[in-house]
């Protein structure tokens, strides 16, 4: 499954009332880290049908992204039936990231 583009207007529905546990990577397009992270992101959305993950702009977004505290990107928060069970900041391998996501399931 592609990853979902995500907005302050459409997170409640998309993460905090998904069915699936969710993987929300906050980001900019300015930020070189970020960038770095987005193939494996869209790698990881490809290869997981049973968990959600999706982009949210921190700059076109900052409503969200302040209620989650994102002070640095990129930050990576998992939810799991609308509750944060885990959150990375910065630059993270794959197999890292996977073995996260397995454990949501």
Same mark, same amino acid.
């Not at 885990?86 to 197999?95: E, F, I, P």
């Given at each position: 499954?592609?990853?979902v583009e995500l907005n302050d207007t459409n997170f409640? &529905?998309?993460?905090?009332q998904s069915t699936q546990p969710v993987l929300v990577?906050?980001?900019a397009q300015w930020c070189a880290p970020? &960038?770095?992270m987005s193939p494996i992101i869209s790698e990881l959305a490809n290869e997981n049908d049973k968990v959600k993950i999706g982009k949210l702009d921190v700059d076109n977004n900052p409503?969200?992204?302040s209620q989650y505290g994102v002070m640095s990107i990129p930050t990576l928060i998992f939810f799991k039936n609308g509750q944060v069970v885990? /959150?990375?900041?910065g630059v993270r391998? /794959?197999?890292e990231l996977q /073995? &996260?996501?397995d454990s949501l399931l």
């Amino acid at each position: 499954m592609a990853e979902v583009e995500l907005n302050d207007t459409n997170f409640e &529905r998309e993460v905090l009332q998904s069915t699936q546990p969710v993987l929300v990577d906050f980001w900019a397009q300015w930020c070189a880290p970020c &960038r770095m992270m987005s193939p494996i992101i869209s790698e990881l959305a490809n290869e997981n049908d049973k968990v959600k993950i999706g982009k949210l702009d921190v700059d076109n977004n900052p409503v969200t992204a302040s209620q989650y505290g994102v002070m640095s990107i990129p930050t990576l928060i998992f939810f799991k039936n609308g509750q944060v069970v885990d /959150k990375l900041v910065g630059v993270r391998s /794959k197999a890292e990231l996977q /073995k &996260r996501l397995d454990s949501l399931l």
